[in-house]
Structures are given as C-alpha cells and as structure tokens.
C-alpha cells in the first residue's frame, strides 16, 4: 500500500532490508494501490474506501521487486482506467505483473522474470473483489472486460433443524421468502443443492451444530490450475499469489476454501503459494514439501496517506469538512491503535536446483510508535519485535504442524529431512 516516496529509509535497519531484498534473485510483492496520474472516476465497493497514489510511487519499486500482483480488492478503484494505466506504468518501468489484465486469459496467465540461475513464472489471483472488478472472457458478441483474476468461493451456513425452522418463519414473516419464490420462477437464480435453504441471500443446510462451509467455484480452479501447471513448465519456480481477507473461525485463521485452493495450486505445480490481504500475519503450512504462506501481512503501509476519493468520506462516515489525516489513521479509523498490523515478515525462498533448501524468515517493522507520516516504511525489526512476530507465526503455524526455528543464520521453517 504504497502511495508515498522513500518507502525505504535511511535507517541502516531499512537499508538491511532493502540489501537483503535486493540480494534475491527475484523479489515479489503485492502491489495494493492504483498508481496513475489519469483523471479517473473512482469506483469501488460498498466498504472499500478508494486507495489511489501518483503514478510516481511506481519508481520507489524500480530495483527493489521484479515482479508484482496487481489482482487484490482495490485495483479497479479508478475503474478501467486507472487499471490500465497502472498496468503501462509497471511495464514502462520494466517490472512485471501477474493477476490482471484486458481478458480473463491475459490475467490469468503466468508473469515470468528470468535470470542466469532460472526462471520464476508468478500466477496471481484475488479472492476478494467487488462485483464488476472480475476480467471477463469474450463472447461471440462482446469482447472481454479487463480486470483481475477471480478466484470465487461459496459458501453455505449449517444449522441445527430448530434454527432452520425459526429462520425460515422469519424470513417468511419479512417477505422475503416471495422474493425468492420470484426470482426463482423468473429463472433468475442459478440452480442449488436441493437440501439446502436459501435465506437472507444466503445458503443454509442442517448440520448437528452450527458451521460453515465454504469450496472455491469449481472452473476458477480449472483455470488457475490449467495457468499453474503451465508456469511450472516454463520455468524453475512457480508461485502463486493469492489475495484473500476471508478468514475462518477466528481473523487469523485462513478460510475453509483457501486452504483447499493453496493445496489444489500446490498439486498444480507451485512451489509456493503466497497469501495476503488480512495486513496481518497468518500461519504457514508445509504442503508436500511446498509452503503456503497464509498472510505474509504488510510490506508497506501507507494507506494514511493516500488521496481519498468522497466514497472514502461515506464509508467511514466522515463530514466533508474534515481533513483527509482525520478520516483514515489514528485520527479517525484505521490499523493505527493496533501493534499486530504494523509488524511482519519477509521470507526468502533458497533452492539448490529444484531443491527447495531453506526458508529464511526476517522479521519486519513498520513504525508502529512513529507519527503517520513516517509510518508504514519497513525495516528489518529490532530484537522486541521479532520476538513477537515469530511467537505469532509460532502459534498460527502449529496447527499445520509447521514449526518455526532460529539458529545462527536467524529464524527459518523446519522443513522435512
């Protein structure tokens, strides 16, 4: 969430960092902001308030990453346009970008980067988005809409019979169900699993307890396996990046269908899936020898200061009147009162040929303590910090049964003999 300069301090920590992330053959990241200079209108989401910077911001990425997705729930916020536009900008800039694109195959398809020691082909993906920010196919009378690459998900609530009962009454009771009825007989609604029950726009089936299920939409993963499989190969390293806020039973738990998506791209041939959209750290998974990283949290975190669009003020429930820096940070609302959004960790993946040999964990810091206008620049953490981000991943990766060590080299994932 760049949409400032100097995203890299003169910090020598800072500077650590940036010589750590430059030392890699090729550096990934997710690019959260439409950079574009362009007059475009802003549309986004009914709770996404707008995250737009200058075209310029897209410089502080020259020589730091290689290649970055552009597929996440902010990236039609100036529609079309600015998509476009921030397309021609990372090209101009010789960075490549995966997740995006004028069709649903052009933004589905693998970025590759290479370099003397191989290739690393990159497929990305969102799984959260607003309605209309998908890419879509053509048709024999209509051509493509550009977009991102979709990754849809359904989900259905289980329930006891008791529960059923009472919400169906209730949605009888409110109307609701004549709707359906409606809808239905106008052939509206696509077909659903018979048992289930379809109630406040949303599915229900009777379970023993309450739950919910969710499954990724069966030709999103057909595709995205099909795009996998080709990255890996034509090239050495296939990475999948997954933009995905949906959590499971607790924010730090990833989804029931993400977790079946990530082994489905691993089975597809990825040697890494990589997970970001809850700002937070997430736990990591060894599946068949290849990690899942569930949410690698922030990188940079500017969002305090970014231009905001009207529709900013409304989601947040601002008066026009207010200053931008009252509306989004510890003014107003934001990640600002909370430590666990402004920490995190950069792993660096070494392989030796096809081998993957070590991951290295590097804890970060992103200023928590720091006024807003030097927040949300990273740095490799100080001793108090990495000690909470690796107690976090600790925690989070147990239950994958991923163990987190440190030995002289710093914190790394205890990988298989």
């Known amino acids: 969430m760049i949409t400032r300069g100097a995203v890299i301090s003169s910090d020598a920590r800072a500077q650590a960092l940036r010589e750590l992330i430059q030392t890699a053959d090729v550096a990934f990241t997710n690019l959260e902001v439409v950079a574009t200079d362009i007059r475009g209108y802003h549309s986004t989401g009914a709770f996404t308030p707008s995250l737009v910077a200058p075209a310029a911001v897209l410089d502080e990425l020259v020589g730091l990453f290689d290649v970055v997705s552009f597929a996440n729930n902010h990236t039609l916020n100036l529609g079309v346009e600015g998509l476009l536009d921030t397309m021609d900008g990372l090209r101009a800039r010789g960075i490549a970008y995966a997740g995006v694109g004028r069709t649903l195959a052009e933004a589905s398809m693998p970025a590759y980067v290479d370099r003397p020691g191989g290739s690393v082909g990159v497929v990305a993906c969102a799984t959260t988005f607003t309605s209309g920010d998908e890419a879509t196919r053509p048709s024999d009378s209509m051509i493509g809409r550009p977009g991102l690459n979709p990754v849809r998900h359904t989900t259905r609530m289980g329930v006891t019979p008791d529960q059923l009962e009472c919400l169906t009454e209730v949605h009888r009771q409110l109307g609701l169900q004549e709707q359906v009825d409606y809808l239905r007989d106008m052939r509206f609604l696509p077909p659903i699993d018979p048992t289930d029950a379809l109630l406040f726009g949303e599915r229900f089936f009777i379970a023993d307890q309450p739950c919910r299920r969710t499954t990724t939409a069966p030709a999103d993963l057909d595709r995205l396996r099909k795009w996998v499989g080709e990255a890996k190969a034509r090239s050495r390293v296939a990475l999948v990046s997954v933009h995905s806020h949906e959590s499971g039973a607790t924010l730090v738990e990833p989804d029931e269908f993400f977790v079946e998506f990530a082994h489905h791209m691993i089975d597809a041939g990825a040697d890494a899936v990589v997970g970001h959209g809850p700002h937070r750290v997430r736990g990591i998974e060894m599946y068949r020898g290849r990690p899942i990283f569930y949410s ?17 003020y409304d989601v947040f429930g601002v ?13 107003h609302v934001g990640f600002a009162d909370h430590e666990e959004y402004w920490r995190s960790v950069v792993p660096t993946l070494h392989f030796e040929g096809d081998r993957l040999d070590r991951i290295a964990l590097s804890p970060i810091a992103l200023g928590y303590d720091r006024p807003e206008h030097e927040r949300g620049r990273p740095s490799l953490s100080d001793r108090r910090v990495a000690d909470a981000v690796l107690t976090d991943l600790r925690s989070l990766s147990a239950p994958f049964g991923t163990a987190i060590r440190e030995d002289k080299f710093g914190a790394f994932v205890q990988l298989a003999n």
């Open 296 to 312: 690698l949290g922030n990188f940079v975190a500017q969002s305090e200061l970014a231009m905001l669009s009207s529709h900013s």
């Open 319 to 331: 008066p026009d009147d207010r200053a931008p820096h009252d509306v989004v940070g510890a003014a």
